[in-house]
């Protein structure tokens, strides 16, 4: 089974429409993160959260919130779906106890989302 | 914050060797890190560079100067699996934590017969 899942791994959607995906992980680690990706800009961070209570924007957060529901859970909503938030999007985890390395980041398989 | 260059596209023959350049520019460095992404895949781990040198790990290694702001990641007898994007990612000092990354745009690798 994978370590990283993600949910659904594809999506069409309407302008206008809310849209949430969400990642779950079995890896253990406390930190977990969302970017967008799209073609010529390479991987953007949305938002990131470092325990269940801790919340972080990152760069690119208008038009995006997160939930962390449990360490395990990580979900991205988009309140209001516009045709330039069509991308590829990853959830990804890391450790900071460093017991699996320098804080690696671990990526989930995406979900390729298109809003019409 | 942070720039991060590295060439857009390459080209190489199966069984050669293959130097994949990274530069970068930031105010606080933490940390350099290697990725591989397939098309339409999710990015996988390759490498991680803190301390000058080079680290070798099977046929690919990186090398990293952090006066120079410079990083490379080296392949070797070069399969045509490895034709994929490489992804040069920096961790920032300065955020107010350790885990934030900055990725570069990715270099993607075609590799011929």
């Known amino acids: 089974d994978a370590d990283v899942t993600q949910t659904p791994r594809n999506r069409i959607t309407k302008t206008g429409k809310r849209i949430m995906l969400e990642c779950s992980q079995t890896?253990?680690?406390?930190?977990m993160y969302w970017y967008r990706q799209d073609p010529g800009l390479g991987l953007r961070l949305i938002y990131y959260?470092?325990?269940?209570?801790?919340?972080n924007k990152g760069e690119i957060s208008d038009g995006y919130s997160v939930s962390r529901q449990a360490q395990a859970k990580f979900s991205l909503s988009l309140e209001s779906a516009i045709p330039n938030q069509t991308a590829l999007y990853f959830c990804?985890?890391?450790?900071?106890?460093?017991?699996?390395?320098?804080?690696?980041?671990?990526f989930g398989p995406g979900t390729r989302l298109t809003v019409l | 914050g942070q720039n991060i260059d590295q060439p857009t596209e390459m080209t190489a023959t199966e069984g050669a060797i293959v130097q994949i350049n990274c530069t970068y520019q930031?105010?606080?460095?933490?940390?350099l890190f290697w990725y591989q992404q397939h098309a339409g895949e999710a990015p996988t781990f390759l490498s991680y560079n803190v301390l000058d040198g080079l680290e070798e790990k099977g046929r690919f290694s990186s090398f990293l100067s952090r006066s120079k702001g410079y990083s490379y990641l080296l392949l070797k007898e070069l399969q045509m699996k490895d034709s994929a994007s490489y992804l040069c990612?920096?961790?920032?000092?300065?955020?107010?934590?350790?885990?934030?990354?900055?990725f570069g745009t990715g270099t993607r690798l075609q590799v011929t017969l």
């Open positions: 930031t105010s606080g460095f933490n940390g």
């Open positions: 990612a920096v961790r920032d000092l300065n955020t107010g934590t350790a885990s934030k990354l900055t």
């Open positions: 890896k253990g680690h406390d930190r």
């Open positions: 959260s470092f325990d269940v209570k801790d919340i």
């Open positions: 990804a985890t890391s450790d900071s106890t460093g017991t699996s390395g320098p804080d690696t980041q671990y």
